[in-house]
Each structure stands twice: as C-alpha cells, then as structure tokens.
C-alpha cells in the first residue's frame, strides 16, 4: 500500500495565479518518481498539497484512492515521512531531537531489533552520542549532521510514504554522496516523492516527470530523459 496519485489538480496561492495547472501523477506503492523543474515551477507546492498544508483548488490528492481531505490530519502526516532541505532542530538532545513528537518511542528501546539497528547505524555515524545537546546551546551540527538526525527520525517514524525536497541541495558533494545512501537506505520499500533539480541525485528513481509552469512537461526513466537533452 501507499500508492501517491495527484489527479488533474489544480492550485494558487492567490486566486489569481495559479501554480500548478492540472497536474497528474501517479506514485506505485514502494516506487519512487522524482519530480525536476526550474525554480519556481511549483515542485514544493507538490509536496505540501500532499503534505495537506493547503488544499487543492481542482481534482483531488489520493493516497490508495482514498482523497486526503477525507482522513484526519494526524493519520495523513503518520503516513508521510518528510524530509526538507534543512532539518530544523530543537535546541535539546540528539535523543529528543529523533524522538521528537513521538517521546513515548525511545530510540533506544525500540523492540524491533532490526529497525532499531538501522537507526542506531545513522547515530553512530554522528560523532555524538543521543544525550548531545544540539542547536543554539549546544553543539552546532553541519548541515550533513542535521540531515542524519532528520533521517532518524524518519525512521523511528516509520511512514509507507516519503517526501524527499531537496533533501540534499545544501550540501556540498561529498556529503551528498553519504546522504543520498543514507536516503537510498531510508527509501527501500516505501512510496518515495522525490523533489530535486540535479539530475545525478535521482538516478535510481523508476520514473521522472518535469514541471515547468506547474505542468507536468515530460516524463520517462532517468535514462530517456537524459538522451533527449
Ligand atoms: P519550486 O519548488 O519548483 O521552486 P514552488 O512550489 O516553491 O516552486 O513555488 C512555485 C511558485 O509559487 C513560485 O512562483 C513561488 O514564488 C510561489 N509561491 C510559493 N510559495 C508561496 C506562498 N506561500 N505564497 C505565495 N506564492 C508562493
Ligand atoms: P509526526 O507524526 O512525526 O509528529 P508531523 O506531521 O509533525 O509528524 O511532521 C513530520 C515531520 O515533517 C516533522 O518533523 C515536520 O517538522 C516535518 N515537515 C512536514 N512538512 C514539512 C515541510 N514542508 N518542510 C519542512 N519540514 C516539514
């Protein structure tokens, strides 16, 4: 489960410009479809029409066929792991900061063995230990650092469907590499939306689709896209 489709949708800030302009897209259940476009051409929008920060103006946001204006809030954002550009921290812990709306899942009482692994491997990573005091009082992280701990955090969240915006565009290329197998990681199995404008960071993604002007221009496997440049 967790097939993402966005069906003839439509939206604007303002009444009078719209962004996207009928755009329709289609996530399979655990595939990963990278959206690429100019600055400006609405891919962010994209992520918080799923994300539900607005509402579409035309057609609808399905998450298994079912349109997202029909389930709460609280179960749309428990399916969907989002990963920002600049993961912003609390000034408090590593530990609070993974853990983080979620204080009854400790990360280091997680019974899954296998998936408690799997985040403790992004910790270690960290030259710091969970009791780390982070942000303006504390250690400041690199931005490679504070997307490790957002990882984290995805993780012990566990969503079928992830959100990936920018994930990597501030950072500098060799800190890239090591998040995007940190996110290639995070991604396995689950309905992934990438959002990105480097071509080399979405080359595993099975289809891309480019927005310009908030329509959906082309689309194809990363391959086609690159041959037709
Ligand atoms: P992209 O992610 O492709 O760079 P965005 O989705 O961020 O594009 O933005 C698309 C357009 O919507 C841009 O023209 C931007 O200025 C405008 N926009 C984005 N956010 C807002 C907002 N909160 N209010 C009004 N206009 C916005
Ligand atoms: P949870 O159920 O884990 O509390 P939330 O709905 O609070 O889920 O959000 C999940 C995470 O995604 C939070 O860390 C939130 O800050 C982050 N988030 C959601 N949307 C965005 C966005 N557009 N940009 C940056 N961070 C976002």
Same mark, same amino acid.
């Given at each position: 489960? @967790?097939?993402?489709?966005?069906?003839?949708?439509t939206?604007? $800030?303002?009444p009078e410009?719209?962004?996207?302009k009928?755009?329709?897209l289609t996530?399979?259940? @655990?595939g +990963?479809?990278?959206? %690429? @476009?100019?600055?400006?051409a609405?891919?962010?929008?994209?992520g918080?029409?799923?994300?539900r920060f607005? &509402?579409?103006?035309?057609g609808?946001v399905?998450i &298994?066929?079912?349109?997202?204006?029909?389930? +709460?809030q609280?179960?749309?954002?428990?399916?969907?792991?989002?990963?920002p550009?600049?993961?912003? *921290?609390?000034?408090?812990?590593?530990?609070?900061?993974?853990a $983080? =709306?979620?204080? &009854? #899942? &400790?990360?280091?009482?997680?019974? /899954?063995? #296998?998936?408690?692994?799997?985040?403790? !491997?992004f910790?270690?990573s960290l030259?710091?230990g $969970?009791?780390?005091? %982070?942000?303006?009082? =504390?250690?400041k992280?690199?931005?490679g650092?504070?997307?490790?701990? @957002?990882?984290?955090?995805t993780?012990?969240? !566990?969503?079928p469907?992830l959100?990936?915006?920018?994930?990597?565009s501030?950072? /500098?290329?060799? +800190?890239?590499?090591d998040i995007?197998? #940190?996110l290639?990681r995070?991604?396995?199995?689950r309905?992934t939306?990438?959002?990105?404008?480097?071509?080399? +960071?979405?080359?595993d993604a099975?289809?891309?689709?480019? *927005?310009?002007?908030?329509r959906?221009?082309?689309?194809?496997s990363?391959a #086609?896209?690159?041959?037709?440049?």
């Amino acid at each position: 489960h @967790g097939v993402v489709e966005f069906r003839n949708v439509t939206f604007g $800030y303002e009444p009078e410009r719209p962004i996207l302009k009928g755009i329709s897209l289609t996530v399979p259940a @655990g595939g +990963t479809l990278a959206l %690429v @476009g100019p600055s400006g051409a609405g891919k962010s929008t994209v992520g918080r029409l799923l994300f539900r920060f607005y &509402d579409v103006q035309g057609g609808s946001v399905r998450i &298994d066929g079912q349109d997202i204006r029909d389930v +709460t809030q609280d179960s749309l954002h428990a399916q969907i792991g989002v990963v920002p550009q600049d993961t912003v *921290l609390f000034n408090d812990t590593i530990r609070y900061n993974i853990a $983080y =709306g979620r204080p &009854d #899942a &400790d990360i280091t009482q997680i019974e /899954d063995a #296998a998936r408690a692994a799997r985040i403790h !491997d992004f910790i270690v990573s960290l030259p710091q230990g $969970y009791d780390t005091q %982070v942000g303006e009082r =504390g250690l400041k992280l690199s931005g490679g650092e504070k997307q490790r701990v @957002g990882i984290a955090r995805t993780l012990l969240k !566990d969503p079928p469907i992830l959100l990936l915006d920018e994930a990597t565009s501030a950072l /500098d290329t060799e +800190t890239e590499q090591d998040i995007q197998t #940190a996110l290639r990681r995070l991604g396995a199995g689950r309905t992934t939306l990438v959002i990105a404008h480097r071509l080399s +960071t979405i080359a595993d993604a099975d289809e891309i689709a480019v *927005l310009e002007d908030g329509r959906i221009v082309e689309r194809g496997s990363h391959a #086609a896209l690159l041959a037709r440049q």
